[in-house]
Every structure is written in C-alpha cells, then in structure tokens.
C-alpha cells in the first residue's frame, strides 16, 4: 500500500508542526508542571483558528470534512511537541463520534463549537479510570458496555489525581449517564479510534526522543570524539529509528482502515499500539542512557517526553493486553 500523503495533508501536518512548537514549547510545560489552576485556553483557541480542530467534524458542522488519515500526521506533531491538549479526545474520538451516532440536537451543538475550539472534550472509557483534563471540559464522552454517552458540564464532576507528568491534568470523575445523554455511537470504534490516535503521538514521542539524543551525542565529546562517532552509540540510535520506521505506518494503516470501516481496523489498531509502545519503550530507555543522569533531572527538557512516552505506553491498553486481544482473534475472533 502507497503511504504517501498528499500535499493537503503534508501541508496540515507542516503547519501543525510549526503551531505547536511555537505555541507550546518547553518552557511552557515546565511552568504547567507547577500550575494548581485550570489550564489557559490560549493555545487550544490557536489551534481552533488554524482550522485543525475542524479535520474530523464534517463541512457541514464548520469543519475540514477529514478523516483519520487526514488526522494522522497532526497527532505524530503533537507527539513530537508533548502537546498537553486533550486533542486525541476532542478530535480523534469524540467529533467523529458525535457526527456518526449523536442526535440531530447533539451534533448541532457540538460539533460547530469543536470547530470553533469553544468546546473541549474529554472521554472516559470503562476500564480507565482517568480522565484528562476534566475539570476545563464542556463535555464528556462515556463508553460503557460499547454505548457511548455525551454528558455536559454540570452533570459530571471531576477530582484532580496527581501525575507522573505534570503536564498532564488528569481527573477521577463520576457522570449520571440516562436517556438524554445516549448515542446511537460504536463505543467499540470510539476506543480503536483512541488505540490508533494515542499510536500515532506516541510514535511523535519516540521521533523526538530520537532527535534529541542525536543532539546530544553529536554535541558531546569524550577521549577527544563525538560521543555520536562510536559504534556502541551509532548501533543503538539506530535501532531506534528502525523501530520508529515500522511503527509509524503501522499507525497510518489503521488510521485507513478506521476510515474505511474496515474489519481489520481492530487487529490494524492493535498492532500499531504494540508497535508505537515498544518503539517508544526502546527510545526512552537509550536516550535516558545515551544522556546520562541530566536527562531525567528537573533543569533538561528531556523527562518531559521521557514521562509523556511511559504515560502513553499504558494509555489505551499495554502491548501485553493488545497481544492478548490478537490471540484471541486468531484462536477464537469472537473473543477480540
């Protein structure tokens, strides 16, 4: 299959890229990490205005019409920033969701203010037990027994829960789910769409892990030589980037496949986070050692993609329980 993108989607990716380092650089994760209050919507209302919180909502509703595809390169971007931004939930999971199997009312509602960036969502699947950034979202999508339910401020509450990265806001929350707030909506879709959307930022992580340790030994000398000129080194750095290399169109694969509505989107979607997973694993632990002890200290910006790539190897199910689920399919597909 030919991966390539085209220059539309080149192009949102190129401009995501450029927004996000501009707009969220180091220094504003490290003062995140120190923040007590809600989070400023600055950078989400940026982000609106650049038309990338419209991809998935249809034309019709305000938005760019896209896909999954189409998302794919923007969520490597945000990877590849630590982008805080609860975007996979907004954009990757709920937006599509509402427009496929919310009420009229509710896509009315919703979908022109995701656009807009004047709503932000955040999604609460049935096994997990936090939530991003609830405490500043409009809406709450919940997935219980594969039904999903959009739940509005005011009828979920939220409880801050601290975490390994700061950066990242997460809440424990109880939401009173009834007849007004269901959907006709595939709650089994909802959590393969975040299978794949949290494979591609992770697959960000890893790029840019990558990149920084490559700075890094290329700038540092012992025994009179770049650190980067030793065999050791140069063997471990790229092993990386082959791991990187394959995980990252495992990840646009199953974007396809979810656009397509393809069966295999579920097999596709799992073997991409077992992919991103061990790429990142692999990445985080060689450049934490390729960067001696300052990587995981305060003052390097490195812990803050260290911590993001740990965080996202669990997110949305660890390689261990999605080789499970692939068994499964394979002895018995109606276990998976």
């Given at each position: 299959?030919?991966?390539?993108?085209?220059?539309?989607?080149?192009?949102?990716?190129?401009?995501?890229?450029?927004?996000?380092?501009?707009?969220?650089?180091?220094?504003?994760?490290?003062?995140?990490?120190?923040?007590?209050?809600?989070?400023d919507?600055?950078?989400?209302?940026?982000?609106?205005?650049?038309?990338?919180?419209?991809?998935?909502?249809?034309?019709?509703?305000?938005?760019?019409?896209?896909?999954?595809?189409?998302?794919?390169?923007?969520?490597?971007?945000?990877?590849?920033?630590?982008?805080?931004?609860?975007?996979?939930?907004?954009?990757?999971?709920?937006?599509?969701a509402?427009?496929?199997?919310?009420?009229?009312?509710?896509?009315?509602?919703?979908?022109?203010?995701?656009?807009?960036?004047?709503?932000?969502?955040?999604?609460?699947?049935?096994?997990?037990?936090?939530?991003?950034?609830?405490?500043?979202?409009?809406?709450?999508?919940?997935?219980?027994?594969?039904?999903?339910?959009?739940?509005?401020?005011?009828?979920?509450?939220?409880?801050?829960?601290?975490?390994?990265?700061?950066?990242?806001?997460l809440?424990?929350?109880?939401?009173?789910?009834?007849?007004?707030?269901?959907?006709?909506?595939?709650?089994?879709?909802?959590?393969?769409?975040?299978?794949?959307?949290?494979?591609?930022?992770?697959?960000?992580?890893?790029?840019?892990?990558?990149?920084?340790?490559?700075?890094?030994?290329?700038?540092?000398?012992?025994?009179?030589?770049?650190?980067?000129?030793?065999?050791?080194?140069?063997?471990?750095?790229?092993?990386?980037?082959?791991?990187?290399?394959?995980?990252?169109?495992?990840?646009?694969?199953?974007?396809?496949?979810?656009?397509?509505?393809?069966?295999?989107?579920?097999?596709?979607?799992?073997?991409?986070k077992?992919?991103?997973?061990?790429?990142?694993?692999?990445?985080?632990?060689?450049?934490?050692?390729?960067?001696?002890g300052?990587?995981?200290?305060?003052?390097?910006d490195?812990?803050?993609?260290?911590?993001?790539?740990l965080?996202?190897?669990?997110?949305?199910?660890?390689?261990?329980?999605?080789?499970?689920?692939?068994?499964?399919?394979?002895?018995?597909?109606?276990?998976?």
């Open positions: 299959m030919d991966f390539e993108f085209s220059e539309e989607q080149e192009a949102l990716r190129d401009l995501a890229r450029d927004l996000f380092q501009r707009e969220s650089p180091p220094s504003r994760l490290r003062a995140m990490w120190g923040e007590e209050e809600p989070r919507d600055k950078v989400w209302r940026t982000i609106a205005e650049a038309g990338l919180l419209g991809i998935t909502v249809p034309e019709e509703f305000g938005g760019l019409g896209g896909d999954e595809v189409d998302l794919a390169p923007v969520l490597e971007e945000a990877g590849r920033a630590a982008l805080p931004e609860p975007l996979v939930e907004t954009i990757a999971i709920a937006a599509p509402i427009a496929e199997g919310g009420s009229d009312e509710q896509r009315r509602e919703w979908l022109p203010r995701i656009a807009a960036g004047e709503a932000l969502v955040t999604v609460s699947f049935g096994d997990e037990r936090w939530v991003l950034d609830a405490d500043v979202s409009d809406l709450l999508l919940v997935e219980r027994g594969d039904a999903v339910h959009l739940v509005p401020k005011g009828s979920f509450t939220s409880r801050r829960i601290r975490s390994e990265d700061g950066a990242r806001r809440f424990e929350v109880d939401a009173t789910l009834d007849d007004s707030t269901a959907t006709t909506a595939d709650g089994r879709l909802a959590r393969f769409r975040a299978v794949a959307a949290t494979a591609a930022v992770l697959n960000g992580v890893a790029m840019k892990l990558l990149e920084l340790t490559l700075e890094h030994v290329k700038s540092r000398t012992q025994f009179d030589r770049s650190v980067g000129s030793f065999q050791a080194v140069k063997h471990k750095l790229a092993e990386v980037a082959v791991e990187i290399d394959a995980a990252r169109p495992a990840a646009w694969y199953a974007a396809y496949l979810i656009a397509e509505r393809d069966p295999g989107a579920v097999d596709a979607s799992r073997v991409a077992i992919a991103a997973n061990d790429a990142a694993h692999r990445a985080n632990v060689e450049a934490l050692q390729l960067h001696g300052i990587g995981f200290t305060w003052e390097h490195l812990h803050f993609w260290l911590k993001r790539g965080a996202l190897e669990a997110a949305c199910g660890a390689s261990a329980d999605h080789r499970r689920g692939l068994a499964a399919h394979v002895f018995d597909p109606r276990d998976a």
